[in-house]
Protein backbone atom coordinates (compact mmCIF):
# COMPACT_ATOMS: atom_id res chain seq x y z
CA UNK A 1 0.00 0.00 0.00
CA UNK A 2 1.28 3.49 -1.08
CA UNK A 3 0.52 6.94 0.23
CA UNK A 4 -0.02 9.33 -2.18
CA UNK A 5 0.16 13.06 -1.25
CA UNK A 6 -1.21 15.31 -4.39
CA UNK A 7 -0.64 19.08 -4.80
CA UNK A 8 -3.37 21.11 -6.94
CA UNK A 9 -2.29 23.69 -9.35
CA UNK A 10 -3.08 27.32 -9.45
CA UNK A 11 -6.41 28.31 -9.25
CA UNK A 12 -7.25 25.37 -7.57
CA UNK A 13 -7.70 23.29 -4.71
CA UNK A 14 -7.87 19.89 -3.17
CA UNK A 15 -11.14 19.34 -4.62
CA UNK A 16 -9.53 19.39 -7.86
CA UNK A 17 -7.45 15.52 -7.36
CA UNK A 18 -10.82 14.51 -5.96
CA UNK A 19 -11.51 12.05 -9.12
CA UNK A 20 -8.08 10.71 -8.87
CA UNK A 21 -8.36 9.83 -5.45
CA UNK A 22 -11.13 7.84 -5.85
CA UNK A 23 -9.53 5.74 -8.31
CA UNK A 24 -6.30 5.58 -6.19
CA UNK A 25 -8.27 4.20 -2.73
CA UNK A 26 -10.23 2.48 -4.97
CA UNK A 27 -7.09 0.65 -6.10
CA UNK A 28 -6.10 -0.02 -2.58
CA UNK A 29 -3.62 3.00 -1.77
CA UNK A 30 -3.77 6.28 0.76
CA UNK A 31 -3.84 9.60 -0.93
CA UNK A 32 -4.94 12.32 0.12
CA UNK A 33 -4.91 16.15 -1.44
CA UNK A 34 -3.33 19.14 0.75
CA UNK A 35 -4.65 22.82 -0.24
CA UNK A 36 -2.77 25.81 -0.46
CA UNK A 37 -3.35 28.30 1.57
CA UNK A 38 -4.97 31.26 0.26
CA UNK A 39 -6.43 28.97 -2.52
CA UNK A 40 -9.38 26.81 -3.22
CA UNK A 41 -10.75 25.47 0.19
CA UNK A 42 -8.40 28.09 2.24
CA UNK A 43 -9.33 31.32 -0.21
CA UNK A 44 -10.34 33.02 2.50
CA UNK A 45 -7.01 33.14 4.44
CA UNK A 46 -5.57 35.29 1.46
CA UNK A 47 -3.24 37.42 2.53
CA UNK A 48 -0.03 39.72 1.11
CA UNK A 49 2.22 37.43 2.78
CA UNK A 50 1.85 34.26 0.61
CA UNK A 51 4.35 33.44 -1.75
CA UNK A 52 6.01 30.27 -2.52
CA UNK A 53 8.29 30.20 0.64
CA UNK A 54 4.71 29.90 3.03
CA UNK A 55 3.55 26.72 0.60
CA UNK A 56 6.44 25.40 0.93
CA UNK A 57 6.88 25.48 4.71
CA UNK A 58 3.00 24.31 4.72
CA UNK A 59 3.33 21.11 3.27
CA UNK A 60 6.48 20.31 5.12
CA UNK A 61 4.58 20.93 8.51
CA UNK A 62 1.77 18.87 6.92
CA UNK A 63 4.53 15.53 6.16
CA UNK A 64 5.86 16.45 9.75
CA UNK A 65 3.04 16.49 11.75
CA UNK A 66 1.52 13.74 10.15
CA UNK A 67 4.54 12.01 10.03
CA UNK A 68 3.95 10.75 6.26
CA UNK A 69 7.18 8.95 5.15
CA UNK A 70 7.67 7.33 1.81
CA UNK A 71 4.94 8.89 0.01
CA UNK A 72 4.52 9.20 -3.59
CA UNK A 73 4.41 13.42 -4.33
CA UNK A 74 2.33 14.66 -6.84
CA UNK A 75 2.10 18.14 -8.11
CA UNK A 76 0.16 18.85 -11.06
CA UNK A 77 0.65 22.17 -13.01
CA UNK A 78 1.64 24.89 -10.01
CA UNK A 79 1.93 22.03 -7.65
CA UNK A 80 4.64 20.76 -9.20
CA UNK A 81 6.95 23.57 -8.67
CA UNK A 82 5.86 23.86 -4.54
CA UNK A 83 6.51 19.62 -4.63
CA UNK A 84 9.94 20.19 -6.33
CA UNK A 85 10.79 22.37 -3.48
CA UNK A 86 9.52 19.93 -0.98
CA UNK A 87 11.69 16.94 -2.66
CA UNK A 88 14.80 19.76 -2.17
CA UNK A 89 14.16 20.44 1.53
CA UNK A 90 12.95 16.76 2.71
CA UNK A 91 13.85 14.06 0.42
CA UNK A 92 14.13 11.58 3.01
CA UNK A 93 9.94 11.35 3.59
CA UNK A 94 9.55 10.97 -0.33
CA UNK A 95 10.04 7.57 -1.82
CA UNK A 96 9.18 9.03 -5.78
CA UNK A 97 8.25 12.75 -6.73
CA UNK A 98 5.49 13.22 -9.91
CA UNK A 99 5.16 16.19 -11.90
CA UNK A 100 1.96 16.58 -14.12
CA UNK A 101 2.48 19.19 -16.81
CA UNK A 102 4.23 21.70 -14.33
CA UNK A 103 7.91 22.65 -15.23
CA UNK A 104 11.04 21.31 -13.44
CA UNK A 105 12.30 24.12 -10.76
CA UNK A 106 15.12 25.93 -11.62
CA UNK A 107 17.19 27.98 -8.70
CA UNK A 108 16.91 31.60 -9.05
CA UNK A 109 14.05 31.38 -11.50
CA UNK A 110 10.20 31.80 -11.12
CA UNK A 111 7.32 31.22 -13.06
CA UNK A 112 7.27 34.32 -14.92
CA UNK A 113 10.78 33.95 -15.76
CA UNK A 114 10.17 30.20 -17.19
CA UNK A 115 6.95 30.93 -19.14
CA UNK A 116 6.69 32.16 -22.73
CA UNK A 117 7.17 36.70 -22.44
CA UNK A 118 3.86 36.84 -24.08
CA UNK A 119 1.86 34.79 -21.87
CA UNK A 120 3.83 36.40 -18.86
CA UNK A 121 2.57 40.20 -20.30
CA UNK A 122 -1.05 38.83 -20.91
CA UNK A 123 -1.35 37.65 -17.42
CA UNK A 124 0.43 40.82 -15.90
CA UNK A 125 -2.56 43.09 -16.91
CA UNK A 126 -5.19 40.87 -15.74
CA UNK A 127 -3.36 41.22 -11.91
CA UNK A 128 -6.69 42.46 -9.29
CA UNK A 129 -6.23 43.33 -5.81
CA UNK A 130 -8.21 40.89 -3.41
CA UNK A 131 -8.15 41.35 0.54
CA UNK A 132 -5.29 43.43 -0.19
CA UNK A 133 -3.32 40.91 -2.07
CA UNK A 134 -1.86 41.49 -5.58
CA UNK A 135 -3.68 37.90 -7.36
CA UNK A 136 -4.05 36.41 -11.00
CA UNK A 137 -7.65 35.89 -11.86
CA UNK A 138 -8.75 32.62 -12.71
CA UNK A 139 -9.28 31.67 -16.68
CA UNK A 140 -12.55 32.11 -18.48
CA UNK A 141 -14.31 28.44 -18.61
CA UNK A 142 -13.29 27.97 -22.29
CA UNK A 143 -9.94 28.34 -21.60
CA UNK A 144 -9.62 25.02 -19.21
CA UNK A 145 -9.13 22.54 -21.65
CA UNK A 146 -12.02 20.34 -20.86
CA UNK A 147 -14.72 18.45 -23.43
CA UNK A 148 -17.06 17.89 -21.36
CA UNK A 149 -18.76 21.30 -21.28
CA UNK A 150 -20.47 19.94 -17.64
CA UNK A 151 -17.28 19.31 -15.87
CA UNK A 152 -15.36 22.15 -17.33
CA UNK A 153 -18.50 24.43 -16.18
CA UNK A 154 -18.06 22.46 -12.41
CA UNK A 155 -14.78 23.05 -12.24
CA UNK A 156 -14.77 27.02 -13.19
CA UNK A 157 -16.95 27.67 -10.40
CA UNK A 158 -14.61 26.02 -8.08
CA UNK A 159 -11.67 28.45 -9.12
CA UNK A 160 -10.46 30.83 -6.71
CA UNK A 161 -7.70 33.87 -7.45
CA UNK A 162 -4.06 32.86 -6.96
CA UNK A 163 -1.51 34.93 -5.21
CA UNK A 164 0.90 36.71 -7.91
CA UNK A 165 3.35 36.77 -5.28
CA UNK A 166 3.93 32.88 -6.40
CA UNK A 167 4.81 33.66 -9.93
CA UNK A 168 6.87 36.51 -9.47
CA UNK A 169 9.39 35.76 -6.28
CA UNK A 170 12.58 33.96 -7.55
CA UNK A 171 12.87 30.38 -5.84
CA UNK A 172 15.49 28.55 -3.94
CA UNK A 173 17.11 25.50 -4.78
CA UNK A 174 20.23 23.85 -2.61
CA UNK A 175 20.07 20.48 -4.56
CA UNK A 176 19.40 19.83 -8.30
CA UNK A 177 16.23 18.98 -9.32
CA UNK A 178 14.51 16.49 -7.84
CA UNK A 179 17.32 15.84 -5.01
CA UNK A 180 18.17 12.55 -6.00
CA UNK A 181 14.83 10.95 -5.37
CA UNK A 182 13.01 8.70 -8.49
CA UNK A 183 11.28 11.18 -11.04
CA UNK A 184 8.50 10.55 -13.28
CA UNK A 185 7.07 12.96 -15.90
CA UNK A 186 3.32 13.21 -17.20
CA UNK A 187 3.02 15.07 -20.21
CA UNK A 188 -0.20 16.01 -21.39
CA UNK A 189 -0.24 16.04 -25.13
CA UNK A 190 -3.78 16.33 -26.60
CA UNK A 191 -3.66 19.22 -26.53
CA UNK A 192 -0.35 20.93 -25.70
CA UNK A 193 -0.54 23.35 -23.23
CA UNK A 194 0.89 26.77 -24.18
CA UNK A 195 2.18 27.50 -20.71
CA UNK A 196 4.49 24.98 -21.06
CA UNK A 197 6.23 25.27 -24.54
CA UNK A 198 9.09 23.56 -24.21
CA UNK A 199 9.12 21.68 -21.20
CA UNK A 200 8.27 18.09 -22.51
CA UNK A 201 11.04 18.50 -24.76
CA UNK A 202 13.48 19.70 -21.75
CA UNK A 203 12.10 16.75 -19.25
CA UNK A 204 13.42 14.44 -22.23
CA UNK A 205 16.74 15.59 -22.15
CA UNK A 206 17.30 14.86 -18.76
CA UNK A 207 17.74 10.85 -18.50
CA UNK A 208 16.85 11.00 -14.54
CA UNK A 209 13.46 11.26 -15.26
CA UNK A 210 11.32 8.62 -16.66
CA UNK A 211 9.24 10.48 -19.16
CA UNK A 212 5.42 9.27 -19.50
CA UNK A 213 2.91 11.01 -22.89
CA UNK A 214 -0.72 11.43 -21.92
CA UNK A 215 -3.05 11.61 -24.77
CA UNK A 216 -5.39 14.52 -22.81
CA UNK A 217 -5.58 17.91 -21.78
CA UNK A 218 -3.58 20.19 -19.04
CA UNK A 219 -6.30 19.61 -16.68
CA UNK A 220 -5.96 16.03 -16.67
CA UNK A 221 -6.72 15.14 -12.91
CA UNK A 222 -10.21 16.36 -14.13
CA UNK A 223 -10.65 15.39 -18.02
CA UNK A 224 -8.95 12.07 -17.74
CA UNK A 225 -8.62 11.08 -13.95
CA UNK A 226 -7.90 7.23 -15.79
CA UNK A 227 -5.35 7.74 -17.31
CA UNK A 228 -3.75 9.60 -14.84
CA UNK A 229 -4.53 7.05 -11.91
CA UNK A 230 -3.10 4.62 -14.50
CA UNK A 231 0.00 6.04 -14.52
CA UNK A 232 0.11 7.13 -10.56
CA UNK A 233 -0.61 3.31 -9.99
CA UNK A 234 2.48 2.35 -12.19
CA UNK A 235 5.28 4.32 -10.85
CA UNK A 236 8.11 2.03 -9.72
CA UNK A 237 8.41 1.40 -6.15
Known amino acids: MRTYICLPGAWMGAWSWKFVI ?20 RAAELSPAIDNDL ?3 DTLAA ?3 EDLRDVVLVGHSFGSLIAGL ?34 VAKRKKLV ?3 NGTEVLPFAPVGSLIIDD ?6 THRQLTPHPLACYTKPIRLHHPAGNGRPMTYI ?13 H ?16 GHNCILSAPDLVARELLAVPG
Open 22 to 41: ERLEAAGHKARALPFRGVGE
Open 55 to 57: LLA
Open 63 to 65: LET
Open 86 to 119: VADRMPERIAHLVIIDGGIPQDGQSIFGRIPPAI
Open 128 to 130: KIV
Open 149 to 154: PALAAW
Open 187 to 199: ACTKPRYPVSAGM
Open 201 to 216: EKVQSMPHIRFRPIEA
